[in-house]
């Protein structure tokens, strides 16, 4: 059984396996709409993150693997919500997040 988690909660110290139940607690708390562009999880995201420019090489190998990220602070570790993948390049890429 998931266990639930206090949110935000820090990313760097959770096990892949956490990080995944964390990732469905913010489904579920964002009725399943992403944190960033606030369109479904399970559809594209915005137009917006759709047309804008992404280089596949800023990201890790397996980056796009899955469609849906937990997005986090890459300054204070703390989880921010779950994400289209494309939304968390965009986030990262033109953000700094």
Not at 41 to 51: A, F, I, R, Y
Not at 77 to 84: E, L, N, P, S, Y
Request: with cysteine.
């Amino acid at each position: 059984m998931a266990c639930i988690w206090e949110l935000p909660t820090d990313y760097t110290k959770l096990t892949r396996a956490q990080r995944r139940e964390v990732r469905l607690q913010y489904i579920t708390r964002q009725s399943n709409k992403c944190q960033h562009c606030d369109e479904p999880l399970d559809g594209p995201p915005s137009g917006e993150v759709q047309t804008a420019r992404v280089n596949h090489r800023l990201f890790p190998e397996g980056f796009f693997d899955h469609p849906v990220h937990l997005h986090h602070s890459h300054r204070t570790g703390m989880t921010i919500g779950a994400v289209h993948a494309r939304c968390n390049a965009v986030l990262w890429q033109y953000h700094d997040e």
